[in-house]
């Protein structure tokens, strides 16, 4: 079992900056592909960002390429989503979420809320 705990979402401007967190216990944190995902209000979960375990290797959609970066820190279990140059529409509730032996995204967080303003 992996729990995962984010936080950092808040209220910014258009163009300014945050940098989510993601804190995982349980099971060896190193030993999993982590993503973070987004839901905005009225529309479904979205892929936003993945780094694997393995080589640390890193994917991106389309939306977010350039201006967020994904990055994560075993030694201290915590996978981070450094978002820069937010827009109106990155506004959702943000989750990280951690793969099992599935290779499906099995563990998820409580989900932390960005919310963008114009």
């Given amino acids: ?16 900056s945050l940098k989510l967190s993601c ?8 030993s999993y592909h982590m993503g973070w995902f987004r839901q905005a209000p009225g529309k479904e979960r979205e892929f936003v960002a993945a780094i694997n375990w393995s080589d640390d290797n890193t994917y ?34 943000y989750y990280c979420a951690a793969e099992s032996d599935s290779g499906e ?11 963008v303003s114009s």
């Fill in 1 to 16: 079992q992996v729990q995962l705990v984010e936080s950092g979402g808040g209220l910014v401007q258009a163009g300014d």
């Fill in 23 to 30: 804190v995982a216990s349980g099971r060896t944190f190193s």
């Fill in 60 to 93: 991106y959609a389309d939306s977010v390429k350039g201006r967020f970066t994904i990055s994560r820190d075993n030694a201290k279990n915590t996978l981070y989503l450094q978002m820069n140059s937010l827009e109106p529409e990155d506004t959702a509730v």
């Fill in 105 to 115: 995204y099995t563990y998820w967080g409580q989900g932390t809320r960005v919310t």
